[in-house]
């Protein structure tokens, strides 16, 4: 299940936002689906996101 996080505070209130962690799991990798076409969304070592196609 991917979670929302609150962002009542934050200068991007009211867009869907969320956890990366938990969209990934502890594999680290996730797949987004775009107009039939799958990206990889990925968390490197460093903590940083990769979105590939």
Do not use: C, E, V, W
């Amino acid at each position: 299940m991917i979670n929302n996080i609150d962002l009542t505070h934050s200068a991007l209130a009211g867009l869907p936002t969320f956890d990366a962690r938990a969209m990934t799991s502890t594999s680290g990798l996730a797949q987004i689906l775009l107009d039939d076409k799958i990206y990889t969304l990925r968390i490197t070592k460093a903590g940083k996101l990769i979105l590939t196609k």
